[in-house]
């Protein structure tokens, strides 16, 4: 029988559903295959790996959030650097840090391999939380509360680079976390 | 029966009748898709000149509102008016039919207009200095909210008419059999479209009454739901060019078909589980569990992406398939060493798709990954990713085709033809090297969407390492060149339509410049005897060489990015 075959352009007379050729087949399986790794990486790294972005997740409202990290800065202030406050939270406590247009308070004084839970939240618009050179990257959102299990891996000075775009001073909105040896 | 002979004209290289109506629209969709790429160029120049600190032409004001008029002149204005075009052209025109309702088409048409030109004055008025993505809070003039919606009303009514036109064509007979597999495509595009354009009203008439002070808003649903418009957007855009592939293919080669079964099912994957790919914006967010994360963020284990690998096979396949049948049997590869490399319809497909399998493919799979997003989101990576998606993909394909459209829709013969055979080649080069720069910088975290990456009035210093100088230099050279190339395209473009020579009978017949070699000479487009069954038995041998060589990149791409993020730190 002979067989016919045409381009993309041309409409398709008769029965089209026919089975595919053994290469077509052979790599569709392939890919298929890919795919499910492509998936199954993702909930083995929350059960194998150490980065995942769970977090705790709750609402709040901005100006409870507000008062919680005016009490938090209260409670553990230990300085000031470019008139932003300076916080050396206790080992393993709830640590809570505040986007705002367009600074990031308060700086944090952190330990080296001790496990804190990192709040993150804005009282105005959307912020991006970038540590840098960490590579760690979570989104700021007015309303929600990201809390995040993080540990220091290494000590040194680490600046929070904004990376969403919160207006015209966007810029210029960096702020710091130092982490110290530990105990 | 005069007045329906009117209706039509017969085109001579394809011999496929042409409804006049469906003929203007096309022509004024294609026209104003130019022009909108021109405004989105201009700015391109303005983003690329000032981030490049070197250079860091612009203030900071001028800088994010270019880049709220660059997001959204290329990415609604340009692709959308252009694939309005691609409706007109695969619905009426490859089916032989007639435009039901051509006054609709251009009721819509002024809408679209209206409303483009709408949210451009906003934009450029100071008075909407939010970026492409407009989250909320950050507020917007309430008039270019109404932009947005009533280019949205346009594009959707155009969707229904490709749907009218399929009825009405079935209803007239005009076509043997099924629809043609670039009919097919253009449907998904356009059901994709439906699905997409909802999901604007369904956010941007909420914002709009919120910037009128009518309702509340929360940020993180409207991120939820705006991405449910911004990345299926991308969808309509992916299944538009996956078409003009599959039509290029035929066109300059004459391409074949391997399997429509296999195809069409593809396009259908897309349909399913491609708008789930809202989540890859909510990686890192804290609106969402992981469990939601994962299942959206994979389109339900990765079926969309299955699609695209067997479109990514098919495609070449067809191509190599179509050279040999023409003779081009020798070694694996003889088919494309004897391509017709000169022919800007064939080299910008190819480099479509290529840029888009090889560089958007790999990096956008990976950047979506839920974890792996940890180390990359709303760095520069993300912006690298999508200029190889959707510039490198889908507007050099819609480049590609233009060198088509313009002597078939527009029977004028290609302007400045030498500089048209080079441009493909310039503009994928320039905006993959801007990517390749983009993505490296993004490595290092630098953000995207970021006027001063020296950080000089931060209360803190930030210094990267100079390498990244370096990728900046790239980025800024890839962009200028990318920028260049799409001018070398609109002045093509733009001659061509105003001040073009006809092409009639005699110059194709004479081989006259600045007509593309497939319409010169079409290639078969059916192909029948013993010869077909033999060269389809011994496959497509130089393109499985090929998917292997993208396999092996996938992997190796993927697993070192798990190997960066294990490296920072403990995060959960």
Same mark, same amino acid.
């Given at each position: ?21 053994? /290469? ?11 795919? @499910? ?13 150490? /980065? &995942? ?12 959030? /507000? ?9 553990? /202030? ?41 709040? @993150?939240?804005?009282?105005?618009? &959307? ?9 760690? &990257? ?20 680490? &600046? ?24 | ?138 507020? !917007? ?86 991405? !449910? ?106 088919? #494309?060493?004897? !391509? ?99 993505? #490296? ?35 800024? =050279? ?55 069954? !033999? ?9 499985? =060489?090929?998917?292997?060589?993208? #396999? ?21």
């Amino acid at each position: 029988m002979d067989m016919e075959m045409h381009s993309g352009i041309v409409s398709p007379e008769g029965i089209w559903w026919k089975p595919a050729a053994s /290469q077509e087949k052979r790599w569709i399986t392939i890919a298929f295959i890919w795919c @499910l790794v492509l998936f199954g990486m993702m909930p083995f790294w929350h059960i194998k790996g150490g /980065q &995942n972005p769970s977090g705790i997740r709750t609402r709040v409202i901005e100006a409870d959030y /507000q008062a919680r990290v005016d009490r938090f800065i209260k409670d553990y /202030q230990v300085g000031t650097e470019n008139g932003i406050p300076v916080v050396e939270p206790p080992a393993g406590s709830d640590v809570y840090l505040l986007g705002h247009m367009w600074e990031w308070t308060p700086v944090i004084k952190l330990k080296k391999g001790v496990e804190y839970t990192l709040h @993150l939240s804005s009282v105005d618009v &959307n912020h991006g939380f970038s540590l840098y050179p960490a590579k760690l &990257n979570f989104q700021v959102i007015p309303g929600y509360d990201y809390g995040l299990k993080i540990t220091p891996s290494i000590a040194g000075d680490f &600046n929070i680079i904004c990376n969403e775009f919160c207006g015209i001073g966007h810029h210029n909105m960096v702020g710091k976390i130092i982490v110290g040896e530990s105990l | 029966m005069n007045a329906i002979a009117d209706l039509f004209r017969k085109c001579p290289v394809t011999g496929l009748k042409v409804d006049k109506n469906a003929e203007n629209l096309i022509k004024a969709n294609a026209v104003v898709a130019v022009v909108f790429m021109l405004l989105g160029v201009i700015a391109a120049f303005g983003i690329v000149l000032t981030r490049w600190q070197a250079v860091h032409l612009l203030n900071a004001e001028w800088y994010y509102r270019l880049l709220t008029s660059h997001g959204l002149n290329m990415l609604i204005f340009f692709i959308i008016f252009f694939e309005m075009a691609v409706l007109y052209f695969a619905g009426p025109v490859l089916l032989n039919s007639r435009l039901p309702a051509p006054k609709l088409g251009w009721v819509s048409f002024g809408l679209m207009m209206l409303g483009a030109i709408l949210v451009n004055v906003m934009v450029y008025s100071g008075k909407a200095d939010v970026l492409f993505t407009s989250y909320p809070p950050l507020m !917007a003039d309430p008039l270019y909210y109404v932009g947005i919606i009533l280019f949205a009303v346009g594009a959707l009514i155009v969707c229904m008419l490709f749907m009218a036109t399929l009825v009405a064509a079935k209803k007239d007979k005009t076509y043997p059999g099924s629809i043609p597999l670039v009919t097919f495509g253009a449907l998904t595009a356009t059901i994709i479209a439906i699905i997409t354009l909802i999901h604007g009203a369904l956010i941007y008439i909420p914002t709009l009454l919120w910037s009128l002070n009518l309702m509340k808003m929360d940020p993180e649903i409207y991120r939820l739901i705006f991405w !449910a418009l911004g990345h299926s957007s991308q969808q309509i855009n992916v299944a538009a060019m996956v078409s003009i592939w599959y039509l290029l293919a035929g066109l300059t080669v004459g391409g074949v078909v391997l399997n429509e079964k296999i195809s069409r099912v593809a396009f259908v994957l897309y349909i399913l589980f491609i708008s789930m790919a809202s989540a890859h914006h909510l990686l890192v967010d804290p609106g969402m569990g992981s469990a939601w994360k994962i299942w959206n963020t994979s389109y339900a284990m990765y079926l969309a992406v299955l699609a695209s690998m067997i479109h990514g096979f098919t495609v070449p396949a067809g191509i190599e398939i179509g050279q040999r049948l023409k003779g081009f049997v020798n070694t694996r590869f003889e088919w #494309l060493s004897k !391509a017709p490399w000169s022919d800007p319809g064939f080299s910008g497909m190819m480099l479509s798709l290529v840029i888009f399998g090889f560089m958007g493919g790999i990096t956008g799979v990976t950047l979506g990954t839920e974890q792996i997003n940890i180390i990359a989101h709303n760095t520069m990576r993300i912006p690298g990713h999508f200029h190889v998606t959707v510039v490198g993909g889908t507007a050099l394909a819609f480049m590609a085709v233009t060198y088509y459209v313009l002597p078939l829709i527009f029977r004028k013969r290609v302007a400045f033809w030498g500089m048209a055979k080079v441009q493909p080649y310039f503009f994928g080069a320039g905006i993959s090297v801007m990517a390749v720069g983009m993505i #490296l910088q993004g490595m290092y975290g630098i953000p995207r969407r970021h006027w001063d990456s020296s950080f000089a009035g931060s209360p803190f210093p930030v210094q990267f390492p100079d390498i990244v100088n370096l990728f900046q230099a790239l980025m800024g =050279i890839g962009g200028l060149l990318a920028a260049f190339g799409a001018v070398m395209f609109i002045t093509i473009a733009v001659a061509t339509v105003f001040f073009g020579k006809e092409m009639t009978a005699d110059s194709i017949k004479n081989g006259e410049s600045g007509i593309p070699q497939g319409v010169l000479k079409l290639s078969a487009q059916v192909h029948q005897g013993a010869n077909v069954a !033999a060269v389809h038995k011994e496959g497509a041998k130089g393109t499985m =060489i090929l998917v292997f060589i993208f #396999l092996v990149a996938f992997i190796l791409y993927f697993f070192v990015n798990w190997k960066i993020l294990s490296s920072t730190w403990k995060v959960g």
